[in-house]
């Protein structure tokens, strides 16, 4: 079995409200722009840093951030 990284995570800009909650909770994956929007900083999410990913999606109050194409083989 090859477990070739955690998926990447993706902003729904439409519902993101810019709280930040999802910063707060993996400052490593991502940041917000001085607008307050989320910027994604790693665009492969390894398989390592997949729970620090999953805190942020939990992390955010109104659904607008989900981890997809997640790929194991
Ligand atoms: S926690 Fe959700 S609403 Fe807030 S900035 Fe992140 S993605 Fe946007």
């Known amino acids: 079995m090859e477990q070739t990284g ?42 390592t840093q997949k729970p620090i990913a999953d805190a942020a999606v939990r992390a955010c109050p109104v659904a607008a951030l989900s981890l997809s194409g997640t790929t194991v083989s």
């Open 6 to 47: 955690a998926g990447r995570l993706v902003v729904d800009r439409i519902r993101c409200e810019g709280y930040g909650m999802c910063e707060q909770a993996a400052p490593e994956l991502l940041h917000l722009n001085d607008d307050d929007e989320p910027v994604i900083d790693v665009a492969a999410i390894p398989a």
